[in-house]
């Protein structure tokens, strides 16, 4: 039922995106979640945590780098550990492979450039907490805001990825092409996002809270949240 799912949101010096998924997880469960600051090493019980996006620490060193040293990420590591799901947008997605949650890594785009528009991704694999709203294959419209947003992986890991399910969404055209055209910023096989072995953990660089409601142009982000409100309630 909507409102009996509890969820925390950790936030960081620069983080700026904390208010809109407050709405969005808000739409779709009928809760807000607690928000939790960056030193804290106690959380509430949850059944859900977000890192959302911003510019931690200012990007220095690198995205992600000085925030998956804090004293939440440590927690955040523990809760997943124990299957709680964590979901990790844009700088959130930076952080959750710092910390080591996710592999690979989010470097610089390949245009060297600021990219911020709505960009197709496809849904790789819908039989997960995050993605039972959509179908395989589904082409999604959502807005990217980053500049290091460039997945690398080496071919190992990627083989890894491929043969385990792990490639959650792919950069495309809205035909759903996947090639180095529709490419937005240099990612590894197109990837916008990624799970951990364990389904649990997902990190992705486009915006899915900001694709909720008809007034921000689209709500292709939707059904990520109402998967997880099904799933964990």
């Not at 607690?34 to 060193?61: K, M, Q």
């Not at 990217?144 to 990825?161: E, I, P, R, S």
């Amino acid at each position: 039922m909507p409102g009996e799912m509890k969820s925390t949101l950790v936030i960081f010096p620069g983080t700026n995106r904390e208010q809109d998924m407050v709405m969005a997880i808000e739409q779709a469960s009928g809760t807000k979640p607690e928000l939790v600051w960056h030193n804290d090493a106690n959380f509430p019980r949850t059944d859900l945590i977000i890192v959302p996006g911003g510019f931690s620490y200012g990007d220095y060193l690198r995205s992600g780098a000085m925030a998956a040293r804090s004293p939440a990420m440590n927690l955040v590591a523990e809760y997943a550990g124990k299957g709680v799901p964590v979901l990790g947008v844009c700088n959130g997605f930076q952080i959750l492979t710092e910390v080591g949650l996710l592999p690979g890594a989010l470097i610089r785009n390949k245009n060297l450039k600021f990219i911020c528009r709505n960009i197709n991704i496809r849904v790789e694999i819908d039989n997960t907490i995050f993605t039972s709203g959509y179908s395989k294959g589904q082409i999604l419209s959502i807005p990217v805001a980053h500049n290091d947003g460039n997945y690398f992986a080496d071919d190992n890991l990627l083989a890894t990825l491929n043969e385990n399910d792990q490639i959650a969404f792919k950069y495309t055209d809205a035909s759903g092409n996947v090639n180095e055209n529709t490419n937005p910023n240099g990612s590894s096989c197109n990837i916008a996002g990624i799970l951990n072995p364990d389904k649990n953990v997902l990190g992705l660089m486009p915006h899915p809270e900001n694709a909720t409601d008809t007034a921000l142009g689209c709500t292709d982000g939707r059904a990520l949240f109402q998967s997880l409100v099904d799933s964990i309630s």
